[in-house]
């Protein structure tokens, strides 16, 4: 079970996700990310060399509403002095939202244990996750943890080819979690973010998207690397190999339905649109997502009608096309509103 920044972003969140984790099934790994903003703030502080008195006193303000011993905050502020180089410092946020985490579960009763995820994230040299090295370091570090309900880690962290600590890009705790259940052959991976699934386009920018309950490994592999900013773009496809149910759910609204992603065969119709922006050139690539048999180049520049159109790029997997930035939304809906389960 992974909860990103907002489902760990304030005492209030970290309750509400305990209440999650306490009704789930058992045992359960949780991999959690930094609460939202952290690991923002920490790249500042990295780069800047700046202050950690804030950021560490925002996280011991929490411990404090969640009413947690004292000597949690000598435990946050050494996570923080222990970090020296650039990665360590952006590696606190996990380190101490998992900490705090831990205690608060400690606190209620629950027979929770911390599997620190340097022990066992590695990459290879080529600053790939190392798969069979990472199921190994797992297997023994749980074999020296014993047997638990909850185990609690850290999302994002990693260790490099030589040891030292690293991360994984942006939005990585989505990654840690689907390759942790690939090495474990989890019953299901469970991505817990503030939406209460996958869109069929993001609906702050297309107000007729609408919640896809079901999708394929590989049309939800292809959203996830054309930018449908949900899921990490690398992390379906461990799920995929392990064939294992990938669930995005909701923490706000933990009955509502979510996606599911599994080997459910391919739609034979568009299902979603996903955009990337590249600033350097100003422009946008936004793809419709799947196959469409009927559906050609000469439709699509059709309903684009005045926008301007770089490139069509048509693959089996997905429809793209390149317009300027600032047509990106005006060409989203036109896609969306013409082609998704249509
Ligand atoms: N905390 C990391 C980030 O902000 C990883 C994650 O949230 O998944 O990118
Ligand atoms: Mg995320």
Not at 13 to 27: E, K, L, N
Not at 52 to 67: N, P
Not at 206 to 225: E, F, G, H, I, W
């Amino acid at each position: 079970m992974k909860f990103g920044g907002t489902s760990v972003g304030s005492a209030g969140r970290i309750a509400a996700t305990a209440d999650i984790i306490v009704s789930s099934r058992h045992p359960a790994i949780i991999v959690l990310s930094a609460m939202s903003g952290a690991t923002s703030e920490l790249i500042e502080i990295a780069r800047n060399e700046s202050q950690t008195d804030c950021i560490v006193s925002r996280h011991m303000d929490v411990a404090k509403t969640l009413g947690l011993p004292q000597n949690i905050n000598d435990s946050l502020r050494s996570i923080v002095a222990r970090a020296s180089t650039y990665a360590e410092t952006v590696a606190c946020g996990e380190l101490m939202s998992t900490t705090i985490m831990l205690s608060y579960l400690q606190k209620r009763g629950i027979d929770a244990v911390m599997l620190p995820a340097l022990d066992f994230m590695k990459l290879t040299t080529d600053g790939e996750p190392a798969t069979i090295a990472i199921a190994e370091a797992l297997s023994e570090t749980m074999k020296t943890a014993g047997k638990h309900d909850i185990y609690v880690t850290q999302g994002f962290i990693c260790r490099n080819a030589a040891g030292q600590v690293a991360t994984l890009t942006r939005g990585g705790s989505d990654y840690t979690a689907t390759l942790l259940g690939e090495a474990l052959s989890a019953e299901e991976i469970q991505i817990w973010t503030d939406v209460d699934g996958v869109y069929s386009a993001d609906p702050r920018r297309v107000p007729a998207a609408r919640r896809v309950p079901q999708l394929s490994y590989s049309q939800a592999d292809t959203a996830a690397r054309k930018g449908a900013k949900i899921l990490h773009p690398d992390c379906v496809r461990p799920a995929m190999r392990a064939g294992i149910p990938l669930r995005v759910l909701d923490s706000f609204h933990p009955q509502a339905g979510g996606t599911v992603i599994d080997n459910v065969a391919d739609s034979t119709a568009f299902i979603a649109v996903a955009y990337v922006t590249d600033d350097a050139s100003g422009t946008a690539e936004i793809s419709l997502i799947g196959q469409h048999r009927d559906i050609g180049d000469k439709d699509i520049l059709n309903v684009l009608d005045d926008i301007h159109v770089e490139t069509v790029d048509l693959s089996d997997n997905y429809t793209s096309v390149r317009v300027a930035i600032s047509d990106a939304d005006k060409a989203m809906n036109l896609l969306h509103n013409n082609f998704i389960d249509k």
